[in-house]
């Protein structure tokens, strides 16, 4: 018999909009993933898919009035996060679920030393530890990261981008939480620092056993990272799978091949990149049918009208009437 997965977080049907002045935004549609511990799952899609917004949803920490989760759940331990009174999200925000900003300059405090910050996330979460304990965690972490303890009384502009990042990691992880999000953490620095602080990344999962859900736009930092894939588009899940089947498969879903083709080939003479036409779907807009259609060179009449399905096999789930018939897999 299959032995059952331990999942850490079951995301169901989650369903996001933002209320503006002018217009409803359907940010997060029937959102769907699972998790399992330990795991390294890679949120890839273009800019405005809802990917940072369902990572906003799952600490709740969406903006106040506008944001609204409309429906689903998001099951993390077994506990629906979303039915939770705020008072128990409290504790889990920093220590057991917690986050890696996209921008390191301005995930920082200027007026605080960056060690006072990595300390106020052990002074919030662990009031039984003394001071000693606590700066000796402060740092270890820091030591972990790569910065000299002794630069702990410097202030955010006094490093760089890529070691402000590193302080932000230590900030995410000095309580050692079951689960990261990390949102684009990579995306605003150069690419040596990038392959560093990814490595680093790596070695702090392993050493924690966290589970990471990693919000990129870049294939690369997936197959580099993580585990598993999910690709997003217009705020649901089109295609999942293990990161080797889905980089190696022959057919992918239409979007995800397009994330491919975009990819510069250094073998390929071609003058050209391979975009995909057109734009993101508008999210003001609800679509009858497939979400992707308007941009898909496969699209018929009957994807313009009927959502598709996800046609799951073993642990691959793609998003499209094309691979209705299993067969085509
Ligand atoms: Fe393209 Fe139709 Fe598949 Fe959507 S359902 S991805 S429009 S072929």
Redesign the pocket.
């Known amino acids: 018999m299959e032995k059952e997965k331990d999942y850490l977080l079951q995301i169901s049907d989650l369903t996001v909009q933002y209320n503006t002045d002018d217009a409803v935004v359907h940010s997060v549609n029937n959102f769907n993933l699972n998790l399992v511990r330990g795991e390294a799952r890679g949120l890839v899609g273009e800019t405005g898919a809802g990917k940072t917004t369902t990572a906003l949803s799952i600490l709740r920490l969406l903006p106040a009035k506008v944001g609204e989760i409309v429906k689903g759940s998001i099951n993390y331990n077994g506990e629906d996060l979303l039915t939770l009174p705020e008072a128990e999200m409290l504790p889990l925000r920093g220590k057991k679920i917690s986050m890696i900003f996209q921008d390191p300059m301005t995930s920082l405090n200027p007026t605080h030393t960056v060690g006072a910050q990595i300390h106020e996330v052990l002074d919030l979460h662990f009031p039984e530890m003394s001071r000693a304990e606590k700066d000796k965690r402060v740092d270890e972490m820091m030591t972990l990261v790569g910065i000299p303890p002794e630069r702990k009384d410097s202030y955010p502009h006094e490093f760089s981008g890529g070691m402000k990042q590193r302080i932000v990691i230590a900030m995410a992880l000095v309580a050692e939480p079951e689960l990261l999000l990390a949102d684009e953490p990579t995306t605003a620095l150069d690419v040596t620092i990038q392959a560093q602080i990814l490595e680093l990344m790596k070695q702090l999962k392993e050493k924690f056993n966290t589970s990471v859900l990693l919000i990129t736009h870049d294939l690369g930092v997936v197959a580099q990272f993580c585990d598993s894939v999910s690709v997003v588009y217009a705020g649901q899940v089109v295609e999942f799978g293990p990161v080797e089947e889905v980089f190696k498969r022959k057919e992918n879903?239409?979007?995800t091949a397009g994330l491919f083709n975009c990819i510069p080939d250094l073998n390929d003479q071609q003058p050209r990149l391979h975009p995909i036409p057109g734009r993101m779907a508008n999210p003001r807009v609800l679509h009858e049918g497939?979400c992707?259609?308007d941009r898909?060179e496969?699209?018929?009449d009957r994807?313009r009208k009927e959502k598709?399905a996800m046609h799951v096999s073993g642990e691959h789930g793609i998003m499209?009437?094309?691979y209705e018939d299993k067969e085509v897999f």
């Open positions: 879903h239409p979007y497939c992707f259609a898909c496969y699209a018929c994807c598709p499209c009437h094309r």
